[in-house]
């Protein structure tokens, strides 16, 4: 990848006497060297990516420190690799997006937790949840209950974060139970600061391997009969020494309340949730600047598993609890709940009654239910600012509402998210939309992945989505059960993580007669633009940085691994000829070959080859060296204004301005100054055979002598001929 963390390589060395400043994500980072962890895996998704790509190009301070490094081809593999540390006392992280990636690694997590685990396991994941999430709206807590794992939610502030991970680890040693750390986005990209300690080089490492495998113990496989005793374990003893480690360490921090105030009611609190309780309990007047609250908080930095004795100190003397936890089911009371009742601790437990059912626990929303709650417990409270500053915000929504009915007459239609200006993935969408002109409408089964955003307009693409390198297995049920033939696609990242198994495999055996597009961009780039093993080598891109890296410099490409497959009908197509790949989906979706057919469209990402061109660029502009870059623009004297470009491109660089010609009311077309030239307008116009407006222009800096000389004999001319 062309990202560089250089930087951020650079704090993971720092030690004893220095002060960490930066992003969360990267303290969990450090924390994981802190801690002693032998090895470190994972599969890259938001908000965790960090993580991984940054210890992968730390690569040669992980080697001076013995650390083994290992980006796994998905999920799955990342937790199956956890089984190192069933046996040996090798303490061991590994990372990726849940709900999701928890999903792919399920199998080898309970697994993993049945026998349990010697040496200490964490797996941090990107609790991408509410907000902005990317990803089904689950809750890995969920799997935390059913396979008795230990389940971290650290406060959102770094050295509490640090503090967890170095207690997590011992907390699993303790209880032989794995650990998950849940990171929701604001937690990852919290800012602040901790006091760092040296990293500890572990004793099992690259540098002192083990001199021999464990002795054979039939107990630590996950295999019945030994599976039952298993299961007794993890109620009998794991839970209860993980319960007595919790208390004992204080891993959940209390924090009284001011003395005197409020202390018949109190607040319990998932900790990754804390710093937006301490906002809201600002908005209602009941914390100070500082943090520091009137109401007793107890904020779960383990929320999985609940210690009973200290739910029950907590709550003794009170009349009330409010209990703050984030969407559906409401695991976490109804944990509480059932606890007291059985201590036979009598008290109001409030929560979800109050709050959103589902959706963020955003300040907003904690901030009218702690009203409510307050209102009801803590009657002498003033909450009328608290209660005018919620019912402003919904008259200013109301307000801008209103504004924009008066003004175009609906509701503002949703901004979604689009491919890149200049996405080599956009013009194979602009190729089926033509192709499905000829052979008639297709079923799309759509995939995970950047090509993902054809499902939005103008390309409204996709029948569905079942996960990542899923969309050929999805389409199995479909296929035989239809009269045209169904067009599965599939990025190169989930062709890698699973679809060549799930997928290829499957419809190879079963002799399926369907189509499948495999976009080829060289990365995984929906997650970060992280390297798989069919990118090409450094070598190619050194050679011609701005030019488009073809795969086929490396060995293992997609090609010949379908080839050894046996995958009979494969087309490779550059993606951005547009009117070659119309005519390859017509001839897949049409063709009396009735087996697997695979189009591979080849177009490399084109993030990545303009964060490698433009250093380049700038660099050749420095030093005065001539530049040219290819430019497209609409001529608007003939536009017509019908737009059909723009329906077949949803380029964000191709847009509408008004109409200079006063007669016309139509606005024409316009390309704005982020274009990056990539030529699908000028690919557009010739394979729909559009209106000639589209234009090709360079725009050359620092010009040849010869150059010059041209311009300076065309130039009256041109101004000559523009007068006329
Ligand atoms: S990251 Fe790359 S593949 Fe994804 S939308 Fe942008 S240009 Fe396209
Ligand atoms: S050529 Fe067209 S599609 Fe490509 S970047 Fe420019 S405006 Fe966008």
Not at 222 to 227: L, N, S
Request: charged share 20%.
């Amino acid at each position: 990848m062309e990202v560089s963390f250089g930087k951020e390589v650079q704090l993971l060395r720092l030690g004893r006497g220095d002060t960490f400043h930066g992003e969360g994500i990267l303290a969990i980072t450090k924390a994981l060297l802190q801690s002693g962890v032998s090895y470190v895996g994972g599969y890259q998704g938001a908000p965790v990516s960090h993580l991984l790509d940054v210890l992968v190009q730390a690569r040669p301070y992980m080697r001076e420190l013995g650390v083994h490094v290992q980006a796994c081809a998905n999920e799955a593999s990342a937790a199956a690799m956890l089984g190192a540390s069933i046996h040996y006392p090798l303490r061991g992280a590994v990372t990726w997006k849940s709900i999701v990636g928890t999903n792919v690694a399920a199998d080898a997590l309970s697994n993993l937790s049945s026998p349990g685990v010697r040496g200490g396991v964490l797996i941090v994941v990107g609790e991408d949840y509410g907000e902005g999430a990317s990803v089904i709206q689950e809750r890995t807590h969920a799997y935390a209950l059913k396979s008795s794992m230990l389940m971290l939610d650290p406060r959102p502030e770094l050295g509490t974060m640090v503090r967890m991970v170095e207690a997590g680890f011992a907390l699993s040693e303790a209880s032989n139970m794995p650990a998950i750390m849940e990171l929701r986005v604001r937690a990852c990209h919290v800012r602040g600061s901790f006091e760092c300690k040296d990293n500890v080089t572990p004793a099992v490492s690259t540098l002192q391997p083990l001199p021999e495998p464990a002795a054979f113990d039939y107990a630590r496989l996950a295999h019945p009969p030994v599976t039952f005793a298993h299961e007794k374990l993890k109620v009998e003893q794991r839970i209860p020494a993980a319960c007595r480690h919790i208390a004992a360490h204080g891993l959940n921090e209390l924090f009284e309340g001011r003395p005197g105030h409020h202390s018949e009611v109190g607040l319990i609190v998932q900790g990754g949730l804390h710093n937006v309780l301490v906002r809201s309990l600002q908005q209602l007047g009941l914390a100070d600047a500082f943090g520091a609250s009137e109401l007793p908080i107890l904020a779960l930095n383990v929320t999985f598993p609940l210690v009973p004795e200290q739910l029950a100190a907590f709550c003794a003397g009170k009349r009330s609890v409010f209990v703050v936890e984030e969407g559906q089911p409401d695991y976490i009371e109804r944990d509480i709940v059932a606890t007291l009742h059985r201590l036979a601790v009598q008290i109001d437990i409030h929560g979800k009654d109050l709050l959103p059912a589902t959706g963020e626990v955003t300040v907003e929303a904690l901030s009218a239910g702690l009203t409510g709650f307050v209102g009801r417990y803590l009657p002498q409270h003033p909450l009328q600012s608290a209660r005018a500053w919620l019912a402003a915000n919904t008259q200013r929504r109301d307000a801008v509402a209103r504004q924009i009915a008066r003004k175009i007459g609906t509701p503002l239609p949703p901004r979604p998210p689009t491919f890149c200006v200049g996405c080599p993935e956009r013009p194979v969408f602009a190729a089926l939309k033509l192709a499905q002109q000829q052979v008639g409408p297709v079923h799309v089964a759509a995939d995970i992945g950047c090509h993902a955003f054809a499902t939005f307009e103008p390309f409204s693409s996709g029948h569905s989505i079942l996960g990542y390198g899923m969309s050929l297995a999805s389409s199995a049920g479909v296929s035989p059960l239809m009269q045209r033939r169904v067009l599965s696609v599939m990025g190169d990242g989930g062709f890698w993580h699973n679809g060549l198994l799930t997928g290829v495999q499957s419809a190879l055996f079963n002799g399926d007669d369907s189509v499948l597009l495999i976009m080829k961009n060289g990365y995984t780039a929906a997650t970060g633009t992280q390297d798989i093993i069919s990118t090409p080598d450094e070598d190619a891109k050194a050679r011609e940085p701005d030019k488009q890296r073809s795969v086929v410099d490396h060995d293992a490409t997609i090609e010949s691994t379908l080839k050894g497959l046996g995958v009979q009908w494969m087309r490779t197509v550059h993606t951005y000829h547009v009117d070659k790949m119309r005519k390859t989906l017509e001839e897949a979706l049409t063709t009396p070959f009735a087996g697997l057919k695979v189009i591979i469209a080849e177009g490399e990402c084109q993030l990545e080859r303009q964060r490698r061109a433009k250093p380049w660029i700038a660099n050749l502009l420095k030093t005065g060296r001539r530049v040219s870059r290819v430019r497209y623009g609409v001529d608007e004297d003939v536009c017509n204004g019908d737009h059909a470009c723009i329906r077949l491109s949803g380029c964000p660089t191709l847009t509408l301005k008004d109409n200079p010609d006063p007669l016309k009311l139509d606005p024409v077309a316009s390309v704005i100054d982020g274009c990056v030239g990539c030529g699908l307008c000028g690919e557009n116009a010739h394979a729909a055979t559009l209106c000639p407006s589209f234009y090709r222009g360079e725009v050359v800096t620092n010009p040849t002598l010869a150059e010059r000389v041209v311009e300076a004999l065309r130039a009256p001319w041109r101004r000559r001929l523009q007068l006329t």
